[in-house]
Protein backbone atom coordinates (compact mmCIF):
# COMPACT_ATOMS: atom_id res chain seq x y z
CA UNK A 1 0.00 0.00 0.00
CA UNK A 2 1.34 3.20 -1.06
CA UNK A 3 2.05 6.62 0.52
CA UNK A 4 -0.58 8.25 -1.41
CA UNK A 5 -3.64 5.59 -0.96
CA UNK A 6 -2.71 5.56 2.98
CA UNK A 7 -3.08 9.26 2.97
CA UNK A 8 -6.68 9.18 0.65
CA UNK A 9 -7.75 6.51 2.72
CA UNK A 10 -7.38 8.26 6.09
CA UNK A 11 -8.64 11.83 4.64
CA UNK A 12 -11.64 9.36 3.43
CA UNK A 13 -12.25 7.90 6.62
CA UNK A 14 -11.92 11.23 8.49
CA UNK A 15 -15.10 12.50 5.90
CA UNK A 16 -17.01 9.19 6.79
CA UNK A 17 -16.62 9.92 10.91
CA UNK A 18 -17.45 13.36 10.13
CA UNK A 19 -20.40 13.21 8.28
CA UNK A 20 -23.28 12.19 10.52
CA UNK A 21 -21.59 14.20 13.21
CA UNK A 22 -21.90 17.12 11.06
CA UNK A 23 -25.60 16.09 10.16
CA UNK A 24 -26.46 16.14 14.05
CA UNK A 25 -24.72 19.19 14.69
CA UNK A 26 -27.22 21.40 11.62
CA UNK A 27 -30.48 19.09 12.20
CA UNK A 28 -31.55 22.38 14.03
CA UNK A 29 -31.96 24.37 11.00
CA UNK A 30 -32.08 21.71 8.40
CA UNK A 31 -31.98 17.81 8.57
CA UNK A 32 -29.69 16.12 5.64
CA UNK A 33 -29.42 12.12 5.67
CA UNK A 34 -25.54 11.68 6.25
CA UNK A 35 -25.50 10.23 2.98
CA UNK A 36 -26.28 13.22 0.77
CA UNK A 37 -23.52 14.86 3.74
CA UNK A 38 -20.77 11.97 2.65
CA UNK A 39 -21.22 12.77 -0.98
CA UNK A 40 -20.32 16.73 -0.28
CA UNK A 41 -17.44 15.40 1.12
CA UNK A 42 -16.16 13.01 -1.62
CA UNK A 43 -16.89 16.29 -4.39
CA UNK A 44 -14.77 18.23 -1.52
CA UNK A 45 -11.72 16.11 -0.98
CA UNK A 46 -11.71 14.93 -4.50
CA UNK A 47 -12.39 16.95 -7.75
CA UNK A 48 -12.65 20.61 -5.65
CA UNK A 49 -9.35 20.33 -3.14
CA UNK A 50 -7.65 17.40 -4.31
CA UNK A 51 -6.77 15.99 -0.91
CA UNK A 52 -7.64 12.31 -2.27
CA UNK A 53 -7.56 10.68 -5.09
CA UNK A 54 -8.58 6.68 -5.88
CA UNK A 55 -6.46 4.47 -6.38
CA UNK A 56 -7.03 0.38 -7.35
CA UNK A 57 -7.42 -0.36 -3.36
CA UNK A 58 -9.49 2.82 -2.41
CA UNK A 59 -11.90 1.79 -5.39
CA UNK A 60 -12.05 -2.07 -4.16
CA UNK A 61 -12.89 -0.84 -0.96
CA UNK A 62 -15.91 1.76 -2.91
CA UNK A 63 -16.94 -1.32 -4.68
CA UNK A 64 -17.06 -3.78 -1.55
CA UNK A 65 -18.86 -0.86 0.41
CA UNK A 66 -21.68 -0.74 -2.60
CA UNK A 67 -22.39 -5.08 -2.20
CA UNK A 68 -22.49 -4.10 1.52
CA UNK A 69 -25.15 -1.87 0.93
CA UNK A 70 -27.11 -3.76 -1.86
CA UNK A 71 -26.47 -6.77 0.73
CA UNK A 72 -27.87 -4.95 3.69
CA UNK A 73 -31.03 -3.29 1.38
CA UNK A 74 -31.65 -7.24 0.68
CA UNK A 75 -31.83 -8.07 4.94
CA UNK A 76 -34.15 -5.26 5.30
CA UNK A 77 -37.19 -6.67 2.76
CA UNK A 78 -40.27 -8.86 4.68
CA UNK A 79 -41.24 -10.50 1.93
CA UNK A 80 -43.66 -12.25 4.34
CA UNK A 81 -45.22 -9.25 5.15
CA UNK A 82 -45.55 -7.61 1.44
CA UNK A 83 -46.27 -10.27 -0.42
CA UNK A 84 -49.74 -10.79 -2.14
CA UNK A 85 -51.21 -7.59 -2.76
CA UNK A 86 -48.63 -4.96 -1.77
CA UNK A 87 -46.19 -6.56 -3.71
CA UNK A 88 -48.51 -6.85 -7.37
CA UNK A 89 -49.54 -3.44 -7.22
CA UNK A 90 -45.68 -2.19 -6.47
CA UNK A 91 -45.01 -4.48 -9.62
CA UNK A 92 -47.71 -2.71 -11.58
CA UNK A 93 -47.00 0.70 -10.74
CA UNK A 94 -42.84 0.13 -11.44
CA UNK A 95 -43.71 -1.33 -14.88
CA UNK A 96 -45.22 1.39 -15.56
CA UNK A 97 -42.81 3.80 -14.46
CA UNK A 98 -40.11 1.44 -16.57
CA UNK A 99 -41.87 1.93 -19.54
CA UNK A 100 -42.43 5.73 -19.57
CA UNK A 101 -38.89 5.84 -18.33
CA UNK A 102 -36.97 4.38 -20.88
CA UNK A 103 -38.79 6.81 -23.23
CA UNK A 104 -37.77 9.27 -21.39
CA UNK A 105 -34.21 7.96 -21.87
CA UNK A 106 -34.12 7.43 -25.35
CA UNK A 107 -35.67 11.19 -25.70
CA UNK A 108 -32.53 12.34 -23.25
CA UNK A 109 -30.00 10.33 -25.38
CA UNK A 110 -31.17 11.70 -29.27
CA UNK A 111 -30.88 15.02 -27.78
CA UNK A 112 -27.91 14.47 -26.09
CA UNK A 113 -26.32 12.64 -28.49
CA UNK A 114 -25.02 9.92 -26.35
CA UNK A 115 -23.27 6.80 -27.75
CA UNK A 116 -25.97 4.01 -28.16
CA UNK A 117 -29.41 2.82 -26.94
CA UNK A 118 -28.08 1.49 -23.99
CA UNK A 119 -27.08 5.42 -22.91
CA UNK A 120 -30.54 6.08 -22.55
CA UNK A 121 -31.43 2.57 -20.88
CA UNK A 122 -29.49 3.90 -18.39
CA UNK A 123 -30.71 7.10 -17.54
CA UNK A 124 -34.28 5.64 -17.99
CA UNK A 125 -33.40 2.96 -15.56
CA UNK A 126 -32.08 5.81 -12.60
CA UNK A 127 -35.43 7.20 -12.79
CA UNK A 128 -36.99 3.47 -12.18
CA UNK A 129 -35.21 3.58 -8.56
CA UNK A 130 -36.45 3.97 -5.08
CA UNK A 131 -33.99 4.49 -1.99
CA UNK A 132 -34.73 1.67 -0.04
CA UNK A 133 -32.14 2.34 2.46
CA UNK A 134 -32.57 5.70 2.81
CA UNK A 135 -36.80 5.70 3.52
CA UNK A 136 -36.61 2.57 5.55
CA UNK A 137 -34.79 4.26 9.05
CA UNK A 138 -37.28 7.70 8.17
CA UNK A 139 -40.44 5.16 8.06
CA UNK A 140 -39.07 3.49 11.33
CA UNK A 141 -38.53 7.03 12.82
CA UNK A 142 -41.92 8.51 11.91
CA UNK A 143 -43.79 5.20 13.07
CA UNK A 144 -45.00 4.16 9.49
CA UNK A 145 -43.48 0.98 9.51
CA UNK A 146 -46.26 -0.87 11.32
CA UNK A 147 -49.18 1.09 8.97
CA UNK A 148 -50.93 -0.39 6.03
CA UNK A 149 -49.33 3.07 4.12
CA UNK A 150 -46.26 2.00 5.07
CA UNK A 151 -46.65 -1.69 3.92
CA UNK A 152 -47.23 0.02 0.37
CA UNK A 153 -44.47 2.28 0.57
CA UNK A 154 -42.01 -0.91 1.68
CA UNK A 155 -43.27 -2.90 -1.34
CA UNK A 156 -43.18 -0.05 -3.82
CA UNK A 157 -39.20 0.76 -2.45
CA UNK A 158 -38.52 -2.85 -2.40
CA UNK A 159 -39.39 -3.02 -5.94
CA UNK A 160 -37.66 0.04 -6.57
CA UNK A 161 -34.18 -1.55 -5.74
CA UNK A 162 -34.54 -5.15 -7.08
CA UNK A 163 -35.86 -3.95 -10.62
CA UNK A 164 -33.59 -1.88 -11.73
CA UNK A 165 -30.87 -4.41 -10.54
CA UNK A 166 -32.39 -7.15 -12.24
CA UNK A 167 -32.72 -4.66 -15.59
CA UNK A 168 -29.05 -4.15 -15.22
CA UNK A 169 -27.92 -7.68 -14.77
CA UNK A 170 -30.25 -8.40 -18.01
CA UNK A 171 -29.20 -5.28 -20.12
CA UNK A 172 -26.03 -4.85 -19.45
CA UNK A 173 -24.87 -8.37 -17.92
CA UNK A 174 -23.42 -9.70 -21.88
CA UNK A 175 -23.95 -8.62 -25.02
CA UNK A 176 -26.53 -11.68 -25.48
CA UNK A 177 -29.49 -10.58 -23.57
CA UNK A 178 -31.38 -13.75 -24.51
CA UNK A 179 -28.74 -15.60 -22.38
CA UNK A 180 -28.51 -13.45 -19.71
CA UNK A 181 -31.57 -14.26 -19.62
CA UNK A 182 -31.53 -17.88 -18.86
CA UNK A 183 -28.51 -17.62 -16.87
CA UNK A 184 -30.69 -15.41 -14.65
CA UNK A 185 -33.25 -17.97 -14.52
CA UNK A 186 -30.72 -20.62 -12.92
CA UNK A 187 -29.36 -17.67 -10.82
CA UNK A 188 -33.03 -17.88 -8.98
CA UNK A 189 -33.41 -21.21 -9.20
CA UNK A 190 -30.19 -21.36 -6.65
CA UNK A 191 -31.74 -18.34 -4.86
CA UNK A 192 -34.85 -20.25 -4.28
CA UNK A 193 -32.82 -23.47 -3.42
CA UNK A 194 -31.06 -21.50 -0.32
CA UNK A 195 -34.15 -20.23 0.29
CA UNK A 196 -35.70 -23.71 0.69
CA UNK A 197 -32.93 -24.46 2.63
CA UNK A 198 -33.46 -21.83 4.98
CA UNK A 199 -36.76 -22.85 6.18
CA UNK A 200 -35.27 -26.49 6.87
CA UNK A 201 -34.58 -27.69 10.73
CA UNK A 202 -31.35 -26.47 11.74
CA UNK A 203 -28.85 -28.87 13.00
CA UNK A 204 -28.54 -28.29 16.45
CA UNK A 205 -25.02 -28.28 17.19
CA UNK A 206 -24.17 -25.25 14.91
CA UNK A 207 -27.41 -23.32 16.20
CA UNK A 208 -26.06 -23.49 19.62
CA UNK A 209 -22.16 -22.36 17.63
CA UNK A 210 -24.69 -19.26 16.17
CA UNK A 211 -25.68 -18.52 19.42
CA UNK A 212 -22.74 -19.10 21.59
CA UNK A 213 -20.75 -16.78 19.62
CA UNK A 214 -22.63 -13.85 18.78
CA UNK A 215 -21.14 -12.21 22.05
CA UNK A 216 -17.40 -13.66 21.68
CA UNK A 217 -14.38 -13.40 19.01
CA UNK A 218 -16.29 -16.25 17.23
CA UNK A 219 -18.89 -14.48 15.95
CA UNK A 220 -19.71 -17.48 13.57
CA UNK A 221 -23.09 -16.28 12.65
CA UNK A 222 -21.48 -12.90 10.93
CA UNK A 223 -18.49 -15.12 9.60
CA UNK A 224 -21.23 -17.25 7.71
CA UNK A 225 -23.00 -13.96 6.41
CA UNK A 226 -20.01 -12.59 4.96
CA UNK A 227 -18.91 -15.61 3.60
CA UNK A 228 -22.51 -16.40 2.44
CA UNK A 229 -22.55 -12.58 0.48
CA UNK A 230 -19.10 -13.56 -0.75
CA UNK A 231 -20.49 -16.64 -2.27
CA UNK A 232 -23.58 -15.13 -4.08
CA UNK A 233 -21.17 -12.49 -5.74
CA UNK A 234 -18.99 -15.21 -6.90
CA UNK A 235 -21.83 -16.79 -8.46
CA UNK A 236 -23.39 -13.86 -10.35
CA UNK A 237 -19.51 -12.60 -11.66
CA UNK A 238 -19.19 -16.28 -12.67
CA UNK A 239 -22.17 -16.62 -14.56
CA UNK A 240 -21.68 -12.84 -16.15
CA UNK A 241 -24.61 -11.45 -13.69
CA UNK A 242 -24.03 -8.16 -12.37
CA UNK A 243 -22.59 -8.69 -9.02
CA UNK A 244 -25.34 -6.54 -7.28
CA UNK A 245 -28.16 -8.83 -7.53
CA UNK A 246 -26.24 -11.36 -6.20
CA UNK A 247 -25.47 -9.09 -2.98
CA UNK A 248 -28.99 -8.16 -3.25
CA UNK A 249 -30.05 -11.84 -3.63
CA UNK A 250 -27.94 -13.02 -0.60
CA UNK A 251 -29.32 -10.28 2.09
CA UNK A 252 -33.02 -11.61 1.09
CA UNK A 253 -31.57 -15.46 1.82
CA UNK A 254 -29.88 -14.60 4.87
CA UNK A 255 -32.93 -12.75 6.26
CA UNK A 256 -34.83 -15.92 5.73
CA UNK A 257 -32.14 -17.96 7.62
CA UNK A 258 -32.21 -15.66 10.67
CA UNK A 259 -35.97 -15.74 10.71
CA UNK A 260 -35.54 -18.98 12.55
CA UNK A 261 -33.40 -17.45 15.43
CA UNK A 262 -34.91 -15.56 18.68
CA UNK A 263 -35.72 -11.72 18.17
CA UNK A 264 -32.90 -10.84 20.96
CA UNK A 265 -30.35 -12.80 18.72
CA UNK A 266 -31.74 -11.69 15.19
CA UNK A 267 -31.87 -8.28 16.22
CA UNK A 268 -27.79 -8.48 17.48
CA UNK A 269 -27.37 -10.15 14.72
CA UNK A 270 -28.57 -7.60 12.25
CA UNK A 271 -26.71 -4.70 14.75
CA UNK A 272 -23.40 -6.30 14.32
CA UNK A 273 -23.95 -6.22 10.34
CA UNK A 274 -24.95 -2.63 10.03
CA UNK A 275 -21.90 -1.99 12.10
CA UNK A 276 -19.48 -3.27 9.52
CA UNK A 277 -21.74 -1.83 6.55
CA UNK A 278 -22.75 1.47 7.70
CA UNK A 279 -19.80 2.18 9.96
CA UNK A 280 -17.08 1.85 7.58
CA UNK A 281 -18.34 0.48 3.77
CA UNK A 282 -21.30 2.06 2.40
CA UNK A 283 -20.42 5.50 3.59
CA UNK A 284 -16.68 4.83 2.17
CA UNK A 285 -18.67 4.05 -0.91
CA UNK A 286 -20.55 7.09 -0.96
CA UNK A 287 -17.70 9.40 -0.54
CA UNK A 288 -15.76 7.74 -3.25
CA UNK A 289 -18.64 8.07 -5.18
CA UNK A 290 -18.06 11.93 -4.58
CA UNK A 291 -14.46 12.07 -5.36
CA UNK A 292 -15.83 10.61 -8.93
CA UNK A 293 -18.54 13.29 -9.38
CA UNK A 294 -17.38 15.57 -12.67
CA UNK A 295 -17.39 19.19 -10.93
CA UNK A 296 -15.54 20.05 -13.82
CA UNK A 297 -18.84 19.27 -16.18
CA UNK A 298 -20.88 21.90 -13.77
CA UNK A 299 -18.64 24.47 -14.00
CA UNK A 300 -18.23 24.42 -17.73
CA UNK A 301 -21.80 23.84 -18.64
CA UNK A 302 -23.84 25.73 -16.68
CA UNK A 303 -26.91 23.88 -18.29
CA UNK A 304 -26.97 21.21 -16.01
CA UNK A 305 -28.69 23.47 -13.57
CA UNK A 306 -31.35 23.47 -15.55
CA UNK A 307 -31.40 19.30 -16.60
CA UNK A 308 -31.05 18.73 -12.64
CA UNK A 309 -34.76 19.95 -11.91
CA UNK A 310 -35.65 18.73 -14.88
CA UNK A 311 -34.82 15.31 -13.80
CA UNK A 312 -36.19 15.89 -10.20
CA UNK A 313 -39.55 16.33 -11.72
CA UNK A 314 -39.05 13.11 -13.85
CA UNK A 315 -38.59 11.08 -10.52
CA UNK A 316 -41.79 12.35 -9.01
CA UNK A 317 -43.96 12.55 -12.22
CA UNK A 318 -42.79 8.61 -13.95
CA UNK A 319 -41.77 7.02 -10.60
CA UNK A 320 -44.18 8.42 -8.03
CA UNK A 321 -46.97 9.12 -9.59
CA UNK A 322 -47.98 5.97 -11.19
CA UNK A 323 -47.24 3.97 -8.17
CA UNK A 324 -49.25 6.29 -6.18
CA UNK A 325 -52.31 5.62 -8.72
CA UNK A 326 -51.50 1.85 -8.61
CA UNK A 327 -51.82 1.37 -5.08
CA UNK A 328 -54.96 0.41 -3.08
CA UNK A 329 -57.77 2.86 -2.40
CA UNK A 330 -56.54 5.52 -0.12
CA UNK A 331 -57.05 8.98 0.05
CA UNK A 332 -55.64 11.75 -2.17
CA UNK A 333 -53.03 13.11 0.37
CA UNK A 334 -52.05 9.93 1.32
CA UNK A 335 -51.46 8.67 -2.48
CA UNK A 336 -49.61 12.16 -3.04
CA UNK A 337 -47.45 11.27 0.27
CA UNK A 338 -46.43 7.69 -1.09
CA UNK A 339 -45.61 9.62 -4.85
CA UNK A 340 -43.52 11.52 -3.04
CA UNK A 341 -41.90 8.91 -0.43
CA UNK A 342 -41.30 6.50 -3.98
CA UNK A 343 -39.73 9.12 -5.64
CA UNK A 344 -37.36 9.81 -3.41
CA UNK A 345 -33.82 8.29 -4.83
CA UNK A 346 -29.95 8.20 -4.83
CA UNK A 347 -27.79 4.75 -3.71
CA UNK A 348 -28.69 2.92 -7.50
CA UNK A 349 -28.44 6.36 -9.11
CA UNK A 350 -25.08 6.75 -8.13
CA UNK A 351 -24.20 3.27 -9.12
CA UNK A 352 -25.94 3.26 -12.43
CA UNK A 353 -24.17 6.52 -13.11
CA UNK A 354 -20.69 5.47 -12.20
CA UNK A 355 -21.49 1.95 -14.70
CA UNK A 356 -22.21 4.33 -17.74
CA UNK A 357 -19.69 7.09 -17.14
CA UNK A 358 -17.07 3.89 -16.71
CA UNK A 359 -18.19 2.19 -19.70
CA UNK A 360 -18.39 5.38 -21.48
CA UNK A 361 -22.09 4.99 -22.23
CA UNK A 362 -23.16 8.31 -20.19
CA UNK A 363 -22.48 11.96 -20.68
CA UNK A 364 -20.33 12.55 -17.10
CA UNK A 365 -22.62 16.00 -17.39
CA UNK A 366 -25.84 13.67 -17.47
CA UNK A 367 -24.66 11.77 -14.93
CA UNK A 368 -23.80 14.45 -12.57
CA UNK A 369 -27.46 16.50 -13.19
CA UNK A 370 -28.72 12.77 -12.27
CA UNK A 371 -27.04 12.69 -9.17
CA UNK A 372 -27.85 16.22 -8.15
CA UNK A 373 -31.45 15.73 -8.67
CA UNK A 374 -31.34 12.71 -6.31
CA UNK A 375 -29.82 14.40 -3.50
CA UNK A 376 -32.36 16.66 -3.86
CA UNK A 377 -35.04 14.65 -4.23
CA UNK A 378 -33.55 12.90 -0.68
CA UNK A 379 -33.68 16.48 1.24
CA UNK A 380 -36.99 17.54 -0.40
CA UNK A 381 -39.44 14.65 -1.08
CA UNK A 382 -39.65 12.23 1.92
CA UNK A 383 -39.90 15.44 4.03
CA UNK A 384 -42.93 16.71 2.10
CA UNK A 385 -44.21 13.24 1.82
CA UNK A 386 -44.40 13.58 5.98
CA UNK A 387 -45.98 16.25 6.25
CA UNK A 388 -48.79 15.39 3.48
CA UNK A 389 -49.10 12.13 6.06
CA UNK A 390 -49.36 14.33 9.19
CA UNK A 391 -52.05 16.58 7.47
CA UNK A 392 -53.79 13.35 6.77
CA UNK A 393 -54.15 12.39 10.04
CA UNK A 394 -55.01 15.81 11.44
CA UNK A 395 -57.68 15.86 8.98
Known amino acids: MTETTLSSLVVILAAVALAPMLADLISPVIRLPAVILEILAGVLIGPALGWAEADDIINFLSALGLCTLMFLAGLEIDLQRIRGGPLRRAL ?19 VDGMADAQSGFLVGLAVTTTAFGILLPILHDSGELATRFGTEVLAGSAIGELGPIVAIAVLFGSDAPGRTVLVLLAFVAVVILTSFLAHRERNLRISRMIETTLTTSGQVAIRLAVLFLAAMVWL ?14 AGMVTKLFAGGANRRDVEMFESKLDAIGFGFLVPLFFVVSGMKFDLDSVVDDPLILLIGPAFLVAFLVLRGIPAAFTTRPMPMRDRAALAFYLATQLPLVVVITSIGVETKRLDPSTAAALVAAAMVSVLAYPMIGARLRRHGAAA
Request: hydrophobic share 65%; glycine share 16%; charged share 5%.
Open 236 to 249: ASELGLDVLLGAFA
Open 92 to 110: TGWGITFVAALALGAFVAS
